[in-house]
Nanobody, 124 residues
Framework: QERLIESGGGLVQPGGSLRLSCADT????????MAWFRQTPGEQREFVAA???????YLTDSVKVRFTISRDGADNTLFLKMNDLKTEDTDVYYC??????????????????WGPGTQVTVSS
């Protein structure tokens, strides 16, 4: 059974950086398009960034200058490097995997597998 696990969240001051990771030892990430979403309690889950099977990337406008998404096929790990963090980046961040071939897929319904999330808090 697929089991995505995120790590790397925490508390950081505005302007700081974090790197989130997502791993799963039960299936090969190379068979999936992967993505990061984020969610504030009470609000809809929001698309952040995606990386295709072939390494193409797509990021939402609010983060595209500050965040980088990447994947390490050898280690079966997905990353989200976040720089110049702002208070509005505070959210729970989720890793997701999609069987679908369309890219970029930005809807939560496009992804069949999810991790439990990791909290990112940006505060002084």
């Amino acid at each position: 059974q697929e089991r995505l696990i995120e790590s790397g969240g925490g508390l950081v001051q505005p302007g700081g950086s974090l790197r989130l990771s997502c791993a799963d030892t039960s299936f090969s990430f190379s068979d999936y398009n992967m993505a990061w979403f984020r969610q504030t309690p009470g609000e809809q889950r929001e698309f952040v960034a995606a990386v295709s099977r072939t390494g193409s990337t797509y990021l939402t406008d609010s983060v595209k200058v500050r965040f980088t998404i990447s994947r390490d096929g050898a280690d079966n790990t997905l990353f989200l490097k976040m720089n110049d963090l702002k208070t509005e980046d505070t959210d729970v961040y989720y890793c997701a995997a999609s069987h679908k071939v369309n890219f970029p897929a930005t809807r939560t319904a496009d992804y069949g597998f999810w991790g439990p999330g990791t909290q990112v808090t940006v505060s002084s």
